[in-house]
């Protein structure tokens, strides 16, 4: 998706079994990473990842703080449409 700032950044979300979500991002476009943070803020067992901030967004802020990632301070999130799970 593209932020306010006009950058790009790779968003992943994941489902548990049991219908939990979790939600990842990557300003480096690296869809492990993203999927990595999403697999953990989803709850599934695996370790916190390690992230290193590139810009400076909220979003990297919070996580490397581990603070809850403010994601509705991107529109273009909330805009998103996600599939079914």
């Given at each position: 998706?593209?932020?306010?700032a006009?950058?790009?950044a790779?968003v992943?979300?994941?489902l548990?079994?049991d219908?939990?979500a979790?939600?990842?991002?990557?300003?480096r476009l690296d869809a492990?990473?993203?999927?990595?943070?999403?697999?953990?803020?989803?709850g599934t067992?695996?370790?916190?990842?390690?992230?290193?901030p590139?810009?400076?967004?909220?979003?990297e802020?919070?996580?490397?703080?581990?603070?809850t990632?403010?994601?509705?301070c991107?529109?273009?999130f909330?805009a998103l449409?996600w599939?079914?799970?």
């Open positions: 998706m593209r932020l306010q006009g950058q790009e790779l992943a979300r994941v548990t079994r219908g939990k979790g939600y990842g991002f990557s300003l492990a990473e993203a999927r990595q943070m999403a697999e953990w803020d989803a067992g695996t370790e916190r990842p390690p992230y290193e590139v810009l400076g967004h909220p979003w802020t919070a996580f490397v703080a581990g603070e990632v403010p994601w509705d991107e529109p273009g909330a449409t599939l079914p799970g």
